[in-house]
């Protein structure tokens, strides 16, 4: 009984995440072409075709720019809520009515031996949301584009196995740098990213005794660095009282290549 993933890609240029049981296949997000999401497949020695189903967490172009043509051509269910159905309809081309599912904030939905949970965050979309994999006692949370880190989220994911979590930005380097000030303000705002500081914090208090392994994901490709980023993730939770490198260890994602397949 085991459960697998890669972060296929992760970052501000486009986020996808593939998941996989015994007996059941799952993407989050396409945010990249077509065609780089197929050889990414491929660097993972999987194939699309299997797949059975797409889940989307919020229609932004970088976790839905491939969502369309990737499900048309490998003939996949799309699951959204409500919201996001009616924000990225027009983006995806051509949906037949028989590849359109509706997956509610708050739900859990059964996918064979997968149960998937649902839960909301604090994001510049109509109605976005990241997922909670539950498989025999095993737990995997996925948790990024998050203003902030609430303490219902805190409930939802804490004691997780493994952690694929947002470690968006370094505060200087996003106050020094070269964005224009309202793209600032919108990411150090409640409904925009979280930053390596917050993450760690919010980390701190979610990581359980069974936690093993923490995934760094959508780093900024302007305003961030993994070094960085895992160097100021690490110490926070270091100075919080955390056994990092003992009892768990932290990982980068990278926008272009996938992590490789690990079992939670």
Known sequence: MTLRFSVLASGSSGNAIYVETEKQKLL???GLSGKKMDELFQKVNRDPKELDGILVSHEHSDHIKGVGIFARKHKLPIYANEKTWSAMEGQLGT??????????TGEVKTFGDLDVESFGVSHDAAEPMFYVFHHADKKLVLATDMGYVSERIKGTIQGADMF????????NMLRMGRYPWNVKRRILSDVGHVSNEDAAL?????????TSRIYLAHLSLDNNMKDLARLTVEQVLKEQGMAVGEQFEVYD????????LAVV
């Not at 694929?164 to 505060?171: G, V, Y």
Request: net charge negative.
């Open 28 to 30: 989050i997000d396409a």
């Open 95 to 104: 949906i037949a009515t028989e590849q359109k599912f509706t997956f509610a």
């Open 164 to 171: 694929i979590f947002e470690s968006n930005h370094d505060l």
């Open 202 to 210: 919010a980390l701190s208090e979610v990581i359980g005794e069974n």
């Open 253 to 260: 994602t990278d926008p272009l290549k996938p992590t490789a």
